[in-house]
């Protein structure tokens, strides 16, 4: 009787799943105007879930919300970082990100 010692083929595919899957980056508005940022890998199914009253605490019961912003941005890592730096603008910053896409070059990850 041979016993493998190699990698399951199951471990192999959930690897090969994750480096294939694009996450992107949004910002969505609530009636009352404030901004939500969040990373999804399905923009359209996540605003559905956030738009149901689902998904988010800080978006229930402030609908109807509207989609302001979305970004491709590749990984999850990725995503997470550039969630993070824009979180830490201020309106007036994500105002201009949004408008430009571009992020101000001073901004501390700390």
């Known amino acids: 009787m041979t016993i493998k010692r190699d990698k399951s083929l199951a ?7 994750e480096s294939e899957v694009i996450w992107s980056l949004y910002v969505v508005q609530t009636r009352f105007g404030h901004w939500y940022t ?3 890998t ?3 199914k996540r605003f559905a879930t956030h ?5 988010a605490k ?3 019961g402030k609908g109807p ?4 912003y979305q ?6 890592s990725e995503a ?8 830490k603008l201020t309106k007036p910053q994500k105002r201009e990100f949004i408008k430009t896409g571009l992020l101000p070059s001073k901004i501390s990850l700390v």
Request: aromatic share 2%; net charge positive.
């Open 51 to 55: 738009q149901a009253g689902r998904g």
């Open 58 to 60: 800080n978006l229930k």
């Open 42 to 44: 399905d923009v359209a």
């Open 38 to 40: 969040g990373i999804s």
């Open 11 to 17: 471990s192999d595919k959930n690897t090969s799943k």
């Open 71 to 76: 970004k491709t941005v590749g990984n999850r």
């Open 65 to 68: 919300l509207t989609l302001v």
């Open 80 to 87: 997470t970082k550039l969630e993070y730096r824009v979180k």
